[in-house]
């Protein structure tokens, strides 16, 4: 295998690979051309002697006219990589291409590698994914974990008046971002500045028509009204874009004010912990107390019940009796008697007979058997 025909690396021509290098190459080719035509007239074949070809005293040299061909060459060839070069762009994720044809809306364009038609049409790249942050009373310094921010400067934005002529300092940040890029672009001027007024407009709107604590105790709310007004409004102007969020990072009295108001909300707190401490025992011994009554109250209808079926009972037995009685009276007399006296001697520890003619009463039987008989005295 023969080696003549190659040669080293360091031999051969390096080709240019990009626009930037090419168009270095022509402007290099274009120098070259214009330092051969001036050299032309040096030494020659004929000694140094002048050209073969003279012109008239007066006139262009004879070969003006070949470079004047080769610059135009150069310069239509320069301006066609041009044209074919930025006929083509891209479109990265998360964006939205507005195309212009002849400064008019012609239709989005969508990620990618996309062809435009050369100066005829104009792209406008909107990113639609990336959240936006207004902030307003403070500015971030240093974001992160632990983030750093600045409020000197920026009292203005944060002091407003509540509803009961107090004075409020209030920080709140305003996420939004692109939903409509053909409105974005073209319906208002600055996006930006536009969201941030009306922001300030809608949030004092809302402070200005509550009261002091009201706003303080509600930020929820706040926030809520103030995103409904705030993309209410941004709507109406056709501004493109939507609101994410509403948030209220600080709300607190201005500084001067801030000691007595502190005092206010101690005493608040105070009295919010003593009337908690006052519910916790009416509601420990209340429901108690109502609970006892309720017992008595079922307990004396029970009673009552009770007594009330007792007596029944025994009116239903002493008119059963009664009948009875009609029907035999000696009869019946005498079984009551004796089933009286079955009931009653049991329980009779000692009897005694009375007579009229007796002084005393007389012990006349021990029906128990409880009494020990008297022990006899010894002699």
Do not use: C
């Amino acid at each position: 295998m023969a080696y003549d025909d190659q040669q080293p690396p360091w031999g051969q021509k390096k080709r240019p690979s990009t626009p930037e290098e090419m168009l270095a190459a022509l402007l290099k080719k274009i120098k070259e051309t214009f330092e051969g035509s001036g050299g032309s007239g040096g030494s020659g074949g004929n000694g140094g002697g002048r050209n073969e070809r003279e012109t008239e005293p007066g006139g262009p040299p004879a070969n003006i006219g070949g470079s004047i061909v080769k610059v135009v060459t150069v310069v239509a060839v320069i301006f066609l990589i041009q044209i074919i070069y930025s006929s083509f762009y891209t479109i990265e994720p998360g964006e939205k291409g507005v195309v212009l044809r002849l400064g008019k809306f012609n239709k989005f364009a969508s990620s990618g590698l996309n062809f435009k038609i050369p100066l005829i049409d104009d792209v406008i790249k909107v990113d639609v994914e990336t959240v936006r942050k207004l902030e307003f009373g403070f500015r971030t310094r240093v974001p992160g974990q632990k983030s750093v921010f600045v409020k000197e400067g920026y009292d203005m934005e944060s002091l407003m008046l509540t509803g009961d002529k107090n004075v409020i300092d209030v920080e709140w940040i305003v996420q939004y971002k692109v939903q409509d890029p053909f409105l974005f672009v073209f319906k208002v001027g600055d996006v930006d500045q536009a969201v941030r007024d009306v922001s300030e407009m809608a949030i004092r709107t809302i402070v200005g028509n509550r009261d002091f604590d009201y706003v303080l105790g509600n930020r929820e709310i706040i926030e809520a009204g103030t995103a409904r007004m705030l993309q209410d409004s941004l709507n109406k102007y056709e501004s493109g874009v939507k609101v994410l969020t509403v948030k209220l990072q600080d709300v607190n009295p201005p500084e001067q004010v801030k000691p007595a108001f502190n005092e206010v909300n101690e005493a608040d707190q105070d009295m919010k912990r003593l009337v908690n401490e006052a519910e916790q025992t009416y509601n420990k011994l209340i429901p108690k107390a109502r609970g006892d009554a309720k017992k008595l109250l079922e307990e004396s209808h029970g009673y009552a019940i009770e007594r009330t079926n007792l007596a029944k009972g025994e009116t239903a037995r002493f008119l059963a009796v009664l009948e009875e009685y009609k029907k035999a009276e000696e009869v019946t007399r005498k079984r009551m008697y004796l089933e009286t006296m079955q009931k009653v001697l049991p329980t009779v520890t000692d009897i005694y007979v009375i007579d009229k003619g007796q002084q005393s009463i007389l012990p006349f039987l021990d029906l128990s058997g409880s009494r020990k008989p008297a022990s006899q005295p010894t002699n």
